[in-house]
């Protein structure tokens, strides 16, 4: 069974909702965790021991592939992108993009990786985010967060 498309973009206003307010926080990383859970239940999703069938089973948890596509694997990492319009789409509030985004860290925890927002909507101009992915068991140390990265870029 897809989860329906309705269903899905009907969360994302909530998501952003809670994300966008830092004194939420206590709320949002467990809703947000609930909602993965939920969404992982009703997708039936399954542990993963290959990179690539990491990445396929965390776009099989979206109502369409397309607005996840998977550009590229390589060195023990997947990327891809989220073209799913999302509401913090050039506020600057990457740290509300970030609190967001534990929707798909507990996705990945279960599915056996761990995800990483390498360019978020939330920064100006960016149109689609920018995620990497990897096995639980091997370091993203190398690669820099978007919330992380915003903060040390100065202002242009």
Same mark, same amino acid.
């Given at each position: 069974?897809?989860? +329906? @498309? !309705?269903?899905?973009?009907a969360?994302? +206003?909530?998501?952003? *909702?809670?994300?966008?307010?830092? *004194?939420? #926080?206590?709320?949002? !990383? ?8 939920a ?12 990179? /690539? %069938?990491? %990445?396929? /089973?965390?776009q099989?948890m979206? +109502?369409?592939? @397309? ?6 694997? $390589? ?8 073209r799913?319009?999302? +509401?913090?789409? %050039?506020?600057? #509030? ?14 990945? $925890? ?13 920064? &100006? ?8 992915? !990897? ?5 993203? /140390?190398?690669?820099? &967060?978007?919330?992380? !990265?915003? @903060?040390?870029? &100065?202002?242009?």
């Open positions: 069974m897809r989860t +329906p @498309k !309705r269903l899905f973009m969360i994302v +206003p909530v998501s952003v *909702w809670l994300s966008s307010r830092r *004194w939420l #926080n206590h709320v949002t !990383r467990p809703v947000m965790r609930g909602l993965a859970s969404t992982m239940r009703m997708r039936n999703a399954r542990p993963q021991s290959t990179i /690539e %069938g990491i %990445g396929d /089973e965390w099989r979206f +109502p369409s592939r @397309k607005g996840v596509p998977i550009t590229r694997v $390589e060195n023990e990492t997947v990327y891809a992108e989220i799913i319009p999302c +509401p913090h789409r %050039g506020t600057g #509030n990457v740290d509300g993009c970030y609190r967001m985004m534990e929707y798909d860290r507990k996705m990945l $925890e279960r599915i056996g990786g761990q995800f990483v927002v390498l360019r978020s909507q939330a920064e &100006p101009g960016v149109e689609v985010c920018q995620v990497a992915m !990897r096995k639980a068991d091997v370091s993203v /140390e190398d690669l820099v &967060p978007a919330h992380i !990265r915003a @903060k040390a870029t &100065p202002p242009s």
